[in-house]
């Protein structure tokens, strides 16, 4: 066992029977790395990582790589999803490097953490015109033996790069971004499959949200369509996994991860309301059930991933064999004599293969809580609760919301990054605090209760506080955090919405409820550093575009005076009005609400515009009218 037998981590656990020498991020292993005067080997993955095993398997395994790494590096071990704040400064290392990046990745560093070579996977022998690990250890070594010199210069100009911020737009921001966006997705749209660009495809949910904001239901709907027809999407269990490696979502890389659910369940809810389409319904009906069922941990948060691996096999647990009892029309070639399924799948057929598929065996589950993408189940479970009329759903928000202030909260209420077997661990990222307070804002809505209001906006200022720059925008991590050798701001939303989008989201949310201009000019620090990213590629800020089109739509706020189950409440809020804020009361406390209350005993929904509102509404089709005249 070595030093990582003492982590939490599922990643970090898979490596502690390693012969390698490895250590966790952290004082220890840079202390020694100036001591001896050795450079670092830092290698970053994740437990559902297909080619992280491989590699591990191949290199970390055996006893004469171990030997060499022992002997010549420091070897330091980092999963990506517990310290996105390593990740992000070394992967734009290796990218700036090599032009790619993806994990495994390899990094080397001088003693003082600076990178001066990287790459991803190394095979055990040459191939594909890559070295094999062993020879690019022995390189290495040499060339920190024989050429320190010149190894330290490109480390210090690397590093220097690292540091670089890009500069805010000064020119002013317009909604010709949001229009200029569509006609850029629409050319980089594929016309017969969704999505964007050919292969792999990964689920673009924040751009199909913004599509679906602004009406474009024609690439939407193809990109939704297409990834329900089975492959990507798991038609037996529920769920997607993570990316296709062919341009028709169908073979999928089978890992499934807790973010990329989260964020589609919203995206097929919406879908639904706009079209009616009930596909759109079942999709995410589906996909939350098996969120709850797979993912769920008994502590109340859930899990992050699993694995695509099943006992060393990439996708058994998923695929068939032509000997399985299913239609063979639904059937599509995989590999080594098994099958994906993919159609039509009626509900009896479905129900017997997936008491089938329960006997097998089950992929590994990374049972770590990760806050962030807590905070973006809880959106999706509180939101489609209230809109599917489940109390299941709700309460498994409720409890979710509980154990993210709770287990993933100091005492002084900050947020943890990451939870596993009852112990937190690593300082909350801004995206933690962003996508946790963008959850709670979502519960308040469909329970009623100013509780989670009162957290959604102290987590937001929060956030302002730990990670805010006069220059504009956020940090990633927070000002009195660990020092690495560079302090990051990330705007991009793939594929999750960065915490500069989404805490921009929240801000302008909780700005409309509090009549607060300063948390709008906070956000629209982040708008100008994105007006200058969007135009390259509008695809990879999906959630910005979001928040850039909640924040050129006519300031719409409703105050609801009595529960969400009223009739008048569920009237007001059951049409997709992605543009409004919401608060219920009555409360003085939220300045929205001051003033406002019951009307003869009777719940009243109070609409207004820029803090004037109309006169209160009793009856639901009062509101209808209302609504339909504004």
Known sequence: MNRLSAETSPYLLQHADNPVDWYPWGEEALTRAREEDRPILLSVGYAACHWCHVMAHESFEDELTAALMNERFVP?????????????VYMDAVVSLTGHGGWPMTVFLTPAGEPFFGGTYYPPEPRHGLPSFNQLLQAVADAWRDR????????????????????????????????????????????????????????????????????????ATKTLDSM????????????????????????????????????????YLHGWLVTGNERYREVAVETLDYMLRELRLPAGGFASAQDADTDGVEGLTYTWTKDDDVPHELLQPFEHGRFIIRGDLDRDTRTRLFAERELRPK??????????????ALAALAESGRRLDRADYVEAARGLAAFL????????????????????????????????????????????????????????????????????????????????????????????????????????????????????????GVFRFVARLLPQAPSA??????????????????????????????????????????????????PLLQGKDFVDGRPAVYVCENFACQAPIMEPTDLVSTWSGA
């Not at 050319?187 to 904001?213: C, H, I, M, N």
Request: hydrophobic content about 40%; glycine content about 10%.
């Open 363 to 376: 992929p590994l589950r990374d049972d770590k809580a990760i806050a962030s993408w807590n905070g973006l």
């Open 76 to 88: 330091v071990k980092v999963d990506r999803e517990e310290r996105p704040d390593v990740d992000s």
């Open 148 to 219: 320190r010199g010149d190894i330290e210069r490109d480390a210090s100009a690397i590093t220097e790069q690292l540091r670089r911020t890009s500069e805010p737009s000064r020119e002013p921001l317009t909604s010709s971004l949001l229009s200029d966006a569509v006609r850029g997705l629409r050319q980089q749209l594929d016309p017969v499959w969704g999505g964007f660009g050919t292969a792999p495809k990964f689920p673009p949910a924040s751009v199909l949200e913004f599509l679906l904001r602004r009406g474009e239901l024609e690439p």
């Open 541 to 590: 800020f999906g959630h910005a575009l979001n928040a850039l089109d909640l924040h050129f739509s006519r300031p719409r706020e409703l105050a609801v005076i009595g529960g969400p189950e009223t009739e008048v409440a569920r009237a007001a809020l059951a049409s997709f009005d992605p543009n409004a804020v919401v608060a219920f009361g009555p409360s003085e406390d939220v």
């Open 228 to 267: 329900a027809l089975g492959g990507m999407y798991d038609l037996v269990g529920g769920g997607f996994h993570r990316y296709s490696v062919d341009r028709e979502w169908l073979v999928p890389h089978f890992e499934k991860m807790l973010y990329d659910n989260a964020l589609l369940v919203p995206v």
């Open 405 to 524: 202030l709770s287990s993933l909260s100091t005492p002084e209420g900050r947020l943890f990054r990451s939870w596993r077997s009852g112990e937190a661990r690593h300082a909350g990222v801004l995206e933690d605090y962003a996508d946790v307070a963008n959850g709670l804002y979502e519960l308040h809505v469909a329970t009623g209760e100013l509780r989670w209001l009162e957290e959604s906006r102290r987590l937001a200022l929060l956030a302002i506080e730990l990670f805010g720059d006069e220059g504009g925008g956020f940090f990633l991590t927070a000002v009195d955090g660990e020092q690495l050798v560079a302090r990051k701001k990330d705007f991009d939303d793939h594929p999750t919405p960065s915490g500069n989008s989404m805490l921009a989201y929240v801000l302008l949310r909780l700005g409309r409820l509090w009549g607060d201009a300063e948390l709008e000019r906070q956000a629209v």
